[in-house]
């Protein structure tokens, strides 16, 4: 059984909301139909656009083209237009697309927020994406519903990852532990310095607790340096005083 990952979804989310404004039930230009059967196999006249005489069969949340459904659903054995097989469906479809295109597993792509080729990949399958012929959304509103938007039911997304707790297990990823101070110095691990914050506006998150490490580093070699001065100092007091020890 295919289970769609929180990556998978934003990304579905994002390709329907200019399809189909998310709706599962509906046909090119918006009306509705009534059975999830089947592909409902309704062709509707295109009247504006670059495909304008022309007529379409898209349906779906997606807007699957009625032989482009019958493609996925014969190869994957997908029974009816259900949500969760339109869901699986384009799933299945946008990762074919996007190693074809590309040579790259997309899941992967997106666990790592390497997104730059999605758009290009996919809108000519899904010509209202960014570049498509029928372009219904900016390239930043996709990239940003990529990163941030999660699809139903309500799941951690990619962007969610990036912030997550340290310590705290999260689906998309290992755990992530707050850096412990090393033997060169007693500084303790705090959440709240100011150098994690001005980061990502979240001590917490990861990339917060990557610049706490650093900055407790830095803090820690600057201890170690004025220690090294003071000794110093002492050292140079005692040859001034005429105590030196040669």
Do not use: C
Request: proline letters at 9%; aromatic letters at 8%; zero cysteines.
């Amino acid at each position: 059984m295919t289970v769609l990952t929180p990556e998978a979804r934003a990304l579905l989310e994002a390709i329907a909301g200019p399809e189909s404004n998310g709706r599962y039930n509906v046909v090119y230009g918006g009306a509705p139909f009534a059975s999830y059967a089947d592909h409902p196999r309704i062709d509707v006249p295109i009247t504006s656009g670059p495909n304008a005489g022309k007529t379409s069969s898209a349906a779906g949340k997606y807007q699957f083209l009625k032989g482009t459904w019958d493609d996925q659903a014969r190869r994957h054995g997908l029974t009816d237009f259900s949500p969760e097989n339109q869901d699986l469906a384009a799933w299945f479809l946008a990762s074919e697309t996007y190693a074809a295109k590309t040579g790259r597993g997309l899941q992967a792509d997106l666990a790592s927020g390497d997104t730059a080729a999605v758009a290009p990949a996919l809108a000519p399958v899904w010509t209202s994406l960014p570049g498509g012929i029928e372009q219904g959304i900016s390239a930043d509103t996709f990239q940003g519903k990529i990163m941030n938007q999660p699809g139903p039911p309500a799941t951690p997304t990619l962007a969610s990852f990036y912030s997550a707790q340290p310590g705290q297990p999260n689906a998309a990823g290992p755990n992530l532990s707050p850096p412990q101070p090393t033997a060169a110095g007693p500084l303790a691990f705090n959440p709240s310095v100011a150098g994690g914050a001005a980061m990502t506006g979240d001590a917490g998150g990861v990339m917060g607790g990557l610049a706490n490490m650093f900055l407790q580093q830095h803090q820690q070699r600057m201890a170690q340096r004025q220690a090294q001065n003071a000794a110093d100092a002492q050292r140079r007091a005692l040859l001034l005083g005429g105590d030196s020890l040669f």
